[in-house]
């Protein structure tokens, strides 16, 4: 970590999943919260429960996602404060983002965990439209949303000071 003190072996754990959009992060928080002692909190089906209403944009996804973080905030830290680790299937996607989180971690005294999925933007494309077409998720993007979403996402930097694991399509084989 990059301020504070390093949390000790027997410290929670707060999984952090950075990818676009169909990159896998869902699939793999679910794999994660499998862990004993570990807890799985999902943005999209929050968001879902809370504002699936009010959700027509991008802008508007923006907005409710924020009242989600600043709600979910003293929560997060209190569940790792009481000893779980937590999976936190939000998008580590930009400095600000993981900044947040690391503040979550670093409050409850947490080691903050960066799984990155570094997948290429076609494979993603195919599945979100597979995805969409079997209308399991809790929101359907389009191309063109998940084209105007992808401009902003900021790969994870050394200098951040994440433990970062990477999981590339190069992993999965073929499909």
Same mark, same amino acid.
């Given at each position: 970590?990059?301020t504070?003190?390093? %949390?000790? !072996? ?6 952090l ?36 209403? #009010? ?22 830290i209190a569940?790792?404060e ?8 939000? %998008? ?12 979550? !971690? ?5 080691? %903050?965990q ?5 997948v290429a933007?076609?494979?993603c ?7 969409? !077409? ?9 191309? !063109? ?8 996402f #900021?790969? %994870?930097?050394?200098? #951040? ?12 084989? #073929?499909?």
């Open positions: 970590m990059s504070g003190s390093l %949390p000790n !072996a027997s410290s929670p754990t707060l999984h999943l950075c990818g676009k959009i169909a990159s896998g992060k869902s699939t793999l928080a679910s794999q994660l919260a499998e862990a004993p002692a570990t807890l799985l909190i999902s943005e999209d089906r929050w968001l879902a429960a809370l504002y699936r209403d #009010e959700m027509n944009s991008v802008a508007d996804y923006v907005r409710c996602s924020a009242k989600l973080r600043a709600a979910m905030t003293p929560h997060l569940l790792l009481s000893g779980l680790s937590v999976v936190l299937d939000f %998008p580590a996607n930009t400095l600000s983002l993981r900044k947040w989180m690391r503040e979550i !971690a670093e409050s409850a005294s947490a080691l %903050p960066l799984h990155y999925l570094d933007d076609t494979r494309k195919a599945r979100l439209q597979a995805r969409n !077409a079997g209308g399991n998720h809790d929101f359907a993007a389009t191309d !063109a949303q998940f084209e105007l979403i992808s401009r902003y #900021e790969a %994870p930097q050394a200098d #951040e000071g994440f433990r970062v694991i990477v999981h590339s399509s190069e992993d999965e084989g #073929e499909e």
